[in-house]
């Protein structure tokens, strides 16, 4: 919105997000609401300025803070939802009322303790929200060989909204026995998970009980979370690393960084950084080729 929104570590990223809300009724003439915005993020304010002074962070020249995404909202306002979760890099996690676009209210936060380097609060899966009233939150890494702290994917209790709380973490996956390799971090490049695929731009949206999240040098990691406070690793796919010829070495590191899947057709859809691959699980079903019985999104 402005200059002064600029309350920040990461030395090439000048800004510290937050969110904004329009009315897209008219889509040739959207309407800006709102911008929200949390403590910690305006320069020359002196109630962000404190906020952001008391953060461990300050100062560090390294932590991204600020929003990384689009708010990650359980049921669209069209919908009747009322409830939309932030992740804001080092400001933490945060819960928004948007029962009213034009007047979005923090309503409950979270912060966590420094991990530095990397993003620390990038993505939370909101898709057993509804289910158990638990959502999965995560950074991920930016540097090669394990260079910085691990970058958990934290369960959050938000059955009290006002009260969020971190219930456990996501097991940290392992190579299997045969790997010449004992730890990931020994595999070259970055570790660590990124995000499950965008839930309401996929497909069918998403899958209840399982989670599959990119993991870099560690593939596609598929997650149980039928019991959201003892999620379990359920399936892998780590593929090779690229050719010499493939890529220019300096791309090595990026392995696997961004799902898509078509749940619909029970199709994970994994990018890496020399292709494209196309993966079926039992833990979906079997995959259908053609086009689907049901076309998405719905059509009126």
């Known amino acids: 919105p402005n200059n002064r929104h600029a309350l920040t570590e990461y030395p090439n990223y000048l800004h510290s997000p937050g969110y904004q809300s329009w009315d897209m009724s008219d889509p040739a003439n959207p309407r800006f609401l709102q911008q929200l915005t949390v403590p910690g993020q305006i320069v020359g304010n002196k109630e962000h300025e404190d906020a952001y002074l008391m953060n461990p962070r300050s100062g560090n020249r390294t932590s991204w803070m600020g ?47 420094p991990k530095i380097s990397g993003t620390e609060a990038d993505n939370i899966d909101v898709s057993q929200y509804e289910r158990t009233g638990y959502v999965f939150m995560n950074g991920y890494p930016m540097n090669n060989d394990c260079g910085e702290p691990y970058k958990d994917i934290f369960v959050i209790d938000v059955r009290d909204l006002r009260n969020p709380k971190i219930a456990t973490t996501f097991p940290r996956p392992v190579p299997p026995k045969e790997a010449p390799y004992a730890d990931f971090c020994q595999r070259r490049g970055s ?63 990026n392995l696997a960084y961004g799902l898509f899947v078509e749940y619909d057709r029970n199709i994970i859809w994994m990018f890496t950084n020399h292709g494209m691959y196309a993966l079926s699980t039992p833990l979906l079903g079997k995959p259908l080729s053609g086009v689907p019985d049901q076309p998405w999104p719905s059509r009126n």
Do not use: C
Not at 67 to 79: A, C, D, N, T, W
């Open 67 to 113: 929003s990384r995404m689009p708010l990650f909202i359980p049921k669209p306002v069209e919908k009747g939802g009322t409830i939309g979760f932030a992740a804001m890099g080092g400001l933490g996690f945060y819960v928004i009322d948007i029962s009213d676009p034009a007047d979005m209210k923090v309503i409950g936060h979270l912060p966590f303790p």
């Open 191 to 253: 570790f660590g998970p990124k995000r499950p695929g965008y839930v309401m731009s996929q497909p069918g949206y998403y899958r209840q009980n399982i989670v599959p999240y990119a993991f870099y040098n560690a593939g596609v990691q598929l997650f149980d979370v039928s019991e959201p406070t003892r999620p379990e690793i359920a399936g892998y796919y780590v593929p090779r690393f690229p050719k010499p010829d493939e890529i220019p070495e300096f791309m090595n590191g």
